[in-house]
């Protein structure tokens, strides 16, 4: 079982910068796409961006220019950078994780979330 543990969420101005890590711990035969969701007061919650265990990335158009996910398969952990923060980028930012059990079964886990609140 694979359990998720998010950090560097925060209060930052528009404009600003942050930087958000998801440390992936536990076992499993091999842990595939990790991703980064939000959910805004009132919102249900989105796709902000995901990487593959081959590093191939995609974006919602929203972030796109503005944050980049990175991955260190070495370390099981990936990365949100977030540059030119807007006010509607405040929210609860969640760690997803696909990956494959030792039986071979496909798994899914969620972090407990971080809140991002970037004000005007």
């Known amino acids: 079982q694979v359990q998720l543990v998010e950090s560097g969420g925060g209060l930052v101005q528009a404009g600003g910068s942050l930087r958000l890590s998801c440390a992936a711990s536990g076992s499993s035969r091999s842990i595939n796409t990790m991703g980064w969701y939000r959910q805004a007061p009132g919102k249900q919650r989105e796709l902000v961006a995901a990487?593959?265990?081959?590093?191939?990335?995609n974006y919602v158009d929203s972030v796109k220019g503005r944050f980049t996910i990175s991955r260190d398969s070495a370390k099981n952990t990936v990365y949100l950078q977030m540059n030119s923060l807007e006010p509607e980028d405040t929210g609860v930012y969640y760690c997803?994780?696909?990956?494959?059990?030792?039986?071979?079964?496909?798994?899914?886990?969620w972090g407990p979330g971080t809140l991002v609140t970037v004000s005007s």
């Open positions: 997803n994780a696909q990956y494959t059990s030792y039986a071979n079964r496909p798994r899914e886990v």
């Open positions: 990487i593959t265990s081959g590093g191939y990335s």
